[in-house]
Every structure is written in C-alpha cells, then in structure tokens.
C-alpha cells in the first residue's frame, strides 16, 4: 500500500515553498517603530544630570528659535519689496502640541514649515474659522522634528497682515 | 555577542542591538504569523511580538531555549489570542482515516508540477494545529524538540501533528490536481 506521507514529491513541493517564501519579509515601517520604542526606553532608563538637561533644552531652544527669527526676518524683508500688497506684519502662534513620537528623546532637532488641511487644527480641538487661508484651506503650522525625522510636535501659525 | 545578549541590550536601550535582532528573527516571526492568521495581519503580530519581548524588562525566565523559538513563542500566543477560539487549534484524531492512497509515481509526478500558490493555498488550509507544525518544521526547519517546546508538548506528539499534516497536504494536492485534471478535460 502506498504512503502519501512519504511522497517525494510532496516534500519537493514543500522545498519549493520554502525557498519561495524566503522573500517574505516585515513591512520597513515595523522596523523603524521598534527603534523608536528602543530610543524611548533608552531614554527613561537613563539618568540624566543636571548639565545634560541644560545642554539638550539650549539645543532645543536653539533649534526652535532660530528658524522662526529667520522666517520673521526674511518675511519682513519681503514685504517691504511689495508696498502695495497686504504683508504679514507678525505672527501669532499656538503652544506645541506633542504629537505620536514625542515622548522619543532626541538630542537635536529642527523645525519644518508646512500647509496642512484646516481639519488638522480640529484634532488639537482648535477652531478653524480666523486661521484658514480662504483661497487654500489649509493653515500654517511648524513641525517639530527630531534629529531621526521622527515629528515631535506640530504648533500652528496664524500671520496677521496689515495693507 | 549572542541573540540573548542582543536581547538584554535592546532592552536597555541599545538600538543597533534590537536592529541586529530584528533582521535576524523577524522573517521567521513574519512567516509563522502569515500563515496562521493571514498575511495581512502579519505585520501586526511581528511588532506586537517585539514590543511584548522588549517590554518585558527584569524576566530571567526567557527564553528558556532559542531565541527564534522564543519570538515564535510570543507570536503564536498573540495570533491565538487574535482568533479568540482556541478550539480551531483543537487536533481532529480522525483526519488520518480521510487519508485516500494514491499511486507513489502518479502523485510524484503531479505534485511536483503544482504551484507555488497552489501548494501554499493548501498549507494555509491545513488546520491550525497541523498546519504550526508543518511551518516549523518543513518550512522552517525547526529541530522537533525545539518545537516541542515551544508548542508545549511532547516530541512525539509534534512527529504525529507533522505526519497526519503531511497526509492531509498530500490529500489536498491529490484533490486539487484531479480538478485540474477535470477541468483540462
């Protein structure tokens, strides 16, 4: 009597799968949320002293201020170029709102610019209505992202324009 | 350095550590959990697993054999977690019985014209007990007393899940060829 189970050819077929499923393989994106989660235990387990706290809140500081004195500078300059067109005269902006990653330490970081839909400002539980820029709907905000590209926190700008 | 102690350093913090682990293990991890609860939950199960071994700072009890096992442990338990009914891991004593003999040559013959989506098709068909046994250690190549362990039972026991999972996968092959025979007639 014959012997499925010991069918040569049913181990070849599995030998065949084998090798074929040695392409399978985790999505990148797992890879990067477990470094993530390692980076943020790294960070509870360590102790840090008082001249590392000072250092990292110079760099963040640093880091913040910055590029919004270079934005308000640079957009300054711009309008005086068009005296005729209404220019930003300043800005009003809200608090950080940490987003996923924000608890993930960093040591240095840096701040994107960006347009993103006026239902983003519902998710902080902020009001549309005086941010939206009509002819886009979208509003301004400020990302800010970690030396390892991972955002911490996002804070919205409303420009108040004079004529 | 050894994967407990990459272990113990991914714990601690250590990034290069747990991406050494990481691309060590997680394609047997992915490989189990595609094929018992579906590639689409695949990848949940394998960051679930690793968050759970990297969480679980201050336990000197694991892993207990290797790693691999270890990982594939945790994994198993969240996919069956997953399922909620562990009576679908429930082995069925009487599938050998359903086994039809079939000619050794013809079956050869056949079976090795099958393809890869076919022969896949009928492993994840497999049901759970039988089919965990016949992706450790067919698929994987899973030492049996390795797998033994990690499937909470004796050696023998793994020999007999992978012998009638071996029958029920012949039988479906044999099934599957003769529509195909059908349907070129």
């Given at each position: 009597m014959s012997d499925p189970v010991r069918h040569d050819g049913l181990t070849q077929a599995?030998?065949?799968?084998?090798?074929?499923?040695?392409?399978?393989?985790?999505?990148?994106?797992?890879?990067?949320?477990?470094?993530?989660?390692?980076?943020?235990?790294?960070?509870?387990?360590?102790?840090?002293?008082?001249?590392?706290?000072?250092?990292?809140?110079?760099?963040?500081?640093?880091?913040?201020?910055?590029?919004?004195?270079?934005?308000?500078?640079?957009?300054?300059?711009?309008?005086?170029?068009?005296?005729?067109?209404?220019?930003?005269?300043?800005?009003?902006?809200?608090?950080?709102?940490?987003?996923?990653?924000?608890?993930?330490?960093?040591?240095?970081?840096?701040?994107?610019?960006?347009?993103?839909?006026?239902?983003?400002?519902?998710?902080?539980?902020?009001?549309?209505?005086?941010?939206?820029?009509?002819?886009?709907?979208?509003?301004?905000?400020?990302?800010?992202?970690?030396?390892?590209?991972?955002?911490?926190?996002?804070?919205?700008?409303?420009?108040?324009?004079?004529? | 350095?050894?994967?407990?102690?990459?272990?113990?350093?991914?714990?601690?913090?250590?990034?290069?550590?747990?991406?050494?682990?990481?691309?060590?293990?997680?394609?047997?991890?992915?490989?189990?959990?595609?094929?018992?609860?579906?590639?689409?939950?695949?990848?949940?199960?394998?960051?679930?697993?690793?968050?759970?071994?990297?969480?679980?700072?201050?336990?000197?009890?694991?892993?207990?054999?290797?790693?691999?096992?270890?990982?594939?442990?945790?994994?198993?338990?969240?996919?069956?977690?997953?399922?909620?009914?562990?009576?679908?891991?429930?082995?069925?004593?009487?599938v050998l019985e359903q086994v039809p003999s079939a000619e050794p040559n013809a079956f050869d013959r056949l079976a090795a014209?099958q393809?890869?989506?076919?022969?896949?098709?009928?492993?994840?068909?497999?049901?759970?007990?039988?089919?965990?046994?016949?992706?450790?250690?067919?698929?994987?190549?899973?030492?049996?007393?390795?797998?033994?362990?990690?499937?909470?039972?004796?050696?023998?026991?793994?020999?007999?899940?992978?012998h009638r999972g071996r029958a029920l996968l012949a039988t479906k092959l044999a099934a599957?060829m003769g529509?195909?025979?059908?349907?070129?007639?």
């Amino acid at each position: 009597m014959s012997d499925p189970v010991r069918h040569d050819g049913l181990t070849q077929a599995l030998r065949r799968l084998a090798e074929a499923d040695r392409m399978m393989t985790t999505s990148p994106a797992i890879e990067a949320r477990l470094r993530a989660e390692v980076r943020a235990m790294g960070g509870r387990s360590k102790t840090w002293n008082g001249g590392t706290l000072l250092a990292l809140a110079a760099a963040v500081t640093i880091c913040v201020s910055v590029p919004a004195l270079w934005w308000r500078t640079h957009g300054q300059s711009g309008s005086t170029d068009a005296p005729h067109a209404t220019t930003v005269a300043r800005e009003a902006t809200t608090e950080f709102f940490p987003l996923f990653y924000g608890s993930v330490p960093s040591s240095s970081g840096h701040i994107v610019r960006m347009e993103v839909p006026r239902a983003a400002l519902a998710q902080f539980g902020l009001a549309s209505a005086h941010d939206v820029d009509r002819t886009t709907g979208t509003v301004i905000a400020d990302v800010l992202v970690g030396d390892d590209g991972l955002a911490r926190a996002v804070r919205f700008v409303r420009p108040i324009f004079q004529e | 350095m050894d994967d407990r102690d990459l272990l113990e350093r991914a714990r601690k913090g250590d990034e290069p550590a747990l991406s050494h682990l990481f691309s060590q293990h997680q394609r047997q991890v992915f490989h189990y959990a595609a094929y018992m609860c579906g590639p689409s939950a695949a990848d949940d199960i394998v960051q679930e697993t690793f968050l759970v071994v990297l969480r679980q700072t201050g336990r000197r009890d694991a892993p207990t054999s290797s790693v691999r096992a270890y990982l594939i442990g945790i994994a198993r338990h969240l996919v069956m977690k997953r399922h909620g009914r562990t009576s679908e891991w429930a082995v069925d004593e009487t599938v050998l019985e359903q086994v039809p003999s079939a000619e050794p040559n013809a079956f050869d013959r056949l079976a090795a014209a099958q393809s890869i989506d076919a022969i896949r098709g009928a492993v994840r068909s497999l049901p759970p007990a039988y089919r965990e046994a016949i992706v450790l250690c067919e698929l994987q190549e899973m030492d049996y007393s390795i797998a033994a362990a990690l499937l909470n039972c004796p050696v023998g026991t793994v020999r007999s899940r992978l012998h009638r999972g071996r029958a029920l996968l012949a039988t479906k092959l044999a099934a599957s060829m003769g529509e195909e025979v059908e349907r070129v007639r």
